[in-house]
């Protein structure tokens, strides 16, 4: 996923950087403050600290350690290093986002400065979706199409991800830690929360490392004398996992609030609620419980979001044997009126962020394939039909209007997002999500076909997690506003 969503860093932002770093590299060099010697060397300490926190954003990658030094190249002189501190404990960057507290130490001969600012940290897509098809526009669903969400009555929260290969866990299992190995754990991120049956009882862990296949677990509760984990018994992860509950103020901290919006119902503990709020900084939300509330939540416990099958911001219908399955949201506010709003939340970033780091390829050059959970730009208007159908797994972001009037036998899996007008007809088969920006006129978002038997849009909470942890290239990283100070 890496090789299609990559993250080149764009012109605008190495011009910033590297001005800031060549006016770092005068005033150290140069010594151009006036004053005694002890001032200056202050000084090119202060000047090498800022231009650490500048560059901060340039070297975090989410997922990896987070970056200890930085290195100045000093014309005629020695390099001059400055290092960095998190006060708050963090290693990597999460990979689900969130606020990170940095320091910049730098010490040039006897002068020293230490520098603090918080940046807000966002890896891979948000993927945040009310529904199987988010439109924008009116939605017109006809034929014999299907728009199908999720089955939020029978949905557990937690989904099957890998097994457990040999040995296993045989009893009596650690109360701390231990070690498991799985087929793979390239969708179980650490800090990450698993459901693993055993002979008793299923079992929620807290996951604390992963090193190629092998996790490294801590048991929520105390295993009793007979809980093993028996090979080829099934890793289910839990995407919305409770890590605190704050009954007081409604308060849930998840171990991973992205997808999650304003206004959505969601179950814990067996009782609905409505989302009032989500600080994707401390992955909080704040609810409004349709019932009692729960007194406490175990930790470790699944958050189920509602996956409607269609959302609109207009009108919705349907014609004919066109059905929309597990419920539908007209004129609703789980739509913004904002096409740009719709977009950040979509992906983390604004429009214009997000095409200055991946400009859009030309509709000519696109044969209608994704490969590897990629990530493709288009500039439309787009025709996929013929011998150019929709296939593969990814993210298609089509700047402009779509018209998919096909795709390939075993259809597509990912995310489509549409800044224009969208229809689709045909032998058209998509599993994970559509978004639909529509037009300045808002035209009509048009879906119709037979389906190949299948639904024409139908919801896959896989599909999208999968998009969410293996776009962790698609980085953001930026210094909150009233964060920094000098030490």
């Known amino acids: 996923m ?64 987070l970056p200890s030094a930085y290195t100045l190249s000093v014309s005629g002189g020695p390099a001059l290093s400055a290092t960095y501190r998190y006060p708050n404990g963090e290693r990597t960057a999460p990979s689900g986002g969130g606020n990170i507290r940095v320091q910049a130490v730098a010490q040039v001969g006897g002068g020293k400065a230490t520098l603090e600012q918080t940046f807000r940290v966002g890896c891979g897509i948000l993927g ?8 924008r526009p009116d939605i017109s669903v006809r034929g014999n199409a299907q728009v199908i969400g999720y089955d939020f009555a029978g949905d557990s929260g937690a989904y099957p991800v890998t097994r457990v290969l040999a040995p296993g866990a045989l009893p009596p299992l650690p109360a701390d830690a231990f070690s498991l190995t799985v087929a793979d754990a390239s969708l179980i991120p650490v800090g990450s929360y698993v459901q693993i049956p ?31 984990i028996l090979p080829g018994a099934t890793v289910s992860l839990v995407p919305y996992a409770v890590k605190a509950y704050d009954p007081a103020n409604s308060t849930l901290t998840l171990s991973d609030a992205r997808s999650l919006l304003v206004g959505q119902t969601v179950r814990v503990a067996g009782v609905e609620a409505r989302v009032l709020s989500v600080d994707l900084g401390t992955n909080q939300v704040r609810l409004e419980w349709r019932g ?21 911001a207009g009108s919705i219908s349907t014609v004919g044997a066109g059905g929309i399955s597990h419920g539908q949201a007209q004129y609703s506010s789980l739509v913004p009126s904002d096409p740009d709003a719709l977009f950040r939340r979509t992906f983390g970033l604004t429009k214009e962020e997000f095409l200055e780091r991946f400009p859009p390829q030309p509709a000519s050059t696109f044969n209608g394939t994704l490969s590897g959970w990629e990530l493709k730009v288009v500039r439309g208007p ?26 390939c036998s075993t259809g597509f899996q990912g995310l489509v997002y549409v800044a224009g007008d969208y229809d689709q007809q ?35 909470p896989m599909v999208l997690l999968k998009l969410r942890l293996k776009s962790q290239g698609l980085a953001s990283v930026r210094p909150l506003a009233g964060t920094w100070r000098r030490l």
């Not at 025709?383 to 998919?404: F, K």
Request: aromatic share 4%; charged share 10%.
């Open 382 to 407: 787009l025709l996929l039909a013929g011998s150019r159908r929709l296939c593969g797994q990814g993210i298609l972001v089509v700047i402009g209007d779509l018209t998919v009037n096909g795709t």
């Open 426 to 460: 045909g032998n058209s088969v998509l599993t994970g999500a559509v978004v639909v920006e529509g037009a300045a006129n808002l035209d009509l978002t048009k879906i119709a076909g037979t389906g190949q038997g299948r639904g024409k849009i139908a919801y896959d």
């Open 2 to 65: 890496r090789k299609g969503i990559a993250t080149p860093i764009t012109l605008v932002v190495l011009m910033v950087v590297f001005t800031s770093l060549l006016a770092a590299t005068g005033y150290v060099a140069l010594g151009t403050l006036k004053g005694g010697a002890s001032e200056r060397v202050t000084y090119q300490a202060f000047i090498l600290a800022e231009s650490a926190l500048e560059a901060f954003p340039l070297l975090v990658r989410c997922g990896d350690n």
């Open 198 to 228: 055993s002979p008793v009882a299923p079992r929620t862990y807290l996951v604390t490392g992963v090193s190629g296949n092998a996790l490294t677990l801590r048991p929520l509760s105390p295993p009793g004398p007979t809980d093993a």
């Open 128 to 135: 945040a979706v009310p529904a199987a098809l988010t439109s």
């Open 292 to 312: 009692t509330p729960p007194t406490a939540i175990p930790e470790g416990t699944p958050l189920v979001p509602q996956i409607l099958g269609a959302a609109s």
